[in-house]
């Protein structure tokens, strides 16, 4: 299928969601930042319906777990029909299953998926997949916290919307995310905006002085103080960031 680009002769990041419930999709994509990007050719979204590759009269998609067990598990056969038709769309984007057992997404990952081509994504139900199609389409399992979801659409969402606020041209001012939370390894530093005294709370002074390097060392201390405080999995002894502690380690 040919890609058509955008207007600055940009291909468009896409992003395919295999699901049993396509009516969830653009949902909160389609409004704000990502779905004025949807809108302007940045990013485009598919999905394809699993029930139409399901098995019999009722279209069936699932059965019982070998072995015995509650719930039901999505047939491997029904999922891999699905994969293989749209991967014959999207021949380079990584296959992705949402699962609670992957690996925890994080800014890196998103950063990594938002430079490709984009993203086929499997969103799971009901107890979950047959684990030789994971094996079988060679899919990477990808979870978005310690937590179990009823299916896989919401994740898939998450993910969808943190890779497409990293595309060029979706958030105005790229150095605004260089300082967001986790690209530095550190949390972003509080934040302020008018009035200047709010229920006796007044913005911190050195924020109103217009010096600017003394405003950038507070955000700074702040954002150690605060990484320390909360997160100190990740901050470097001084607030280094993690490619900067990579070459320490060389
Ligand atoms: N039985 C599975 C387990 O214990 O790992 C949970 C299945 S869950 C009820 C149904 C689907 O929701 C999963 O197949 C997956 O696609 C999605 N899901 C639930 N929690 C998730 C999470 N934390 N991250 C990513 N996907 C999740």
Request: proline letters at 8%.
């Amino acid at each position: 299928m040919p890609h058509i680009a955008t207007s600055d002769g940009r291909q468009p990041w896409r992003a395919t969601v295999l699901t049993l419930f396509p009516d969830m999709f653009p949902g909160p994509l389609g409004v704000s930042l990502a779905g004025q990007a949807l809108e302007a050719g940045i990013w485009t979204l598919s999905t394809v319906f699993l029930r139409e590759f399901g098995l019999g009269r009722h279209r069936a998609v699932d059965d019982t777990p070998a072995g015995g067990g509650a719930g039901m598990v999505m047939r491997a056969d029904v999922l891999a029909a699905a994969i293989d038709h749209a991967r014959a769309a999207e021949p380079d984007a990584p296959l992705i299953y949402l699962s609670p057992r992957g690996e925890p997404f994080n800014q890196h990952i998103a950063r990594e998926l938002s430079s490709g081509p984009g993203v086929l994504l499997l969103a799971g139900r009901f107890e979950g997949v047959d684990e030789r199609v994971i094996e079988g389409r060679a899919m990477r399992e990808i979870s978005i916290g310690d937590y179990v979801l009823s299916g896989g659409e919401l994740p898939a969402m998450v993910l969808i919307d943190a890779c497409v606020r990293l595309l060029p041209g979706v958030i105005g001012a790229a150095e605004s995310l260089g300082e967001e939370s986790f690209e530095q390894g550190l949390l972003e530093y509080p934040q302020y905006t008018k009035p200047r005294d709010w229920e006796g709370r007044p913005i911190p002074e050195v924020l109103l002085s217009g010096d600017h390097k003394k405003i950038a060392e507070w955000r700074r201390a702040a954002a150690l103080r605060l990484t320390a405080e909360r997160r100190p999995d990740l901050a470097a002894p001084a607030g280094r960031s993690p490619q900067a502690r990579a070459k320490d380690k060389r």
